[in-house]
């Protein structure tokens, strides 16, 4: 079993930056690839970006990238989210995932594990 928690969300102004962390307490993360979502009210939970479990080839959805960026210690056993550049929009329950599955999913169904989330709150 793998649990991971997150943190490091906040209250920031636009423009402003936060690094997400998220730690895992299983012992396989070394073989899991790693996923950032984000639910913001009223709508579904998207795809922020995923490292697979080698820690090359990140992957960001459209909306994030050059801004945000993920990284992976597997010796920390925690994967990080460093945003930048914040918008309003960004604002969402932000929740790492692990993933059995090769390379970088983006769909929620393809992750095993998640984490209860960390609340990120843009200000304008």
């Known amino acids: 079993q793998v649990q991971l928690v997150e943190s490091g969300g906040g209250l920031v102004q636009a423009g402003g930056s936060l690094r997400l962390s998220c730690v895992s307490s299983?012992?396989?993360?070394?073989?899991?690839?790693m996923g950032w979502f984000r639910q913001a009210p009223g709508n579904e939970r998207e795809f922020v970006g995923g490292i697979d479990w080698i820690g090359s080839s990140p992957y960001y959805a459209d909306s994030v990238k050059g801004r945000f960026t993920i990284s992976i210690d597997n010796g920390k056993n925690s994967v990080y989210l460093q945003m930048t550049s914040l918008k309003p929009e960004d604002t969402a329950l932000y929740s790492c995932a692990a993933t059995y599955a090769s390379g970088v999913p983006v769909t929620v169904a393809a992750y095993n594990y998640w984490g209860q989330g960390t609340q990120v709150t843009v200000s304008s």
């Open positions: 299983g012992r396989t993360f070394s073989r899991l690839g």
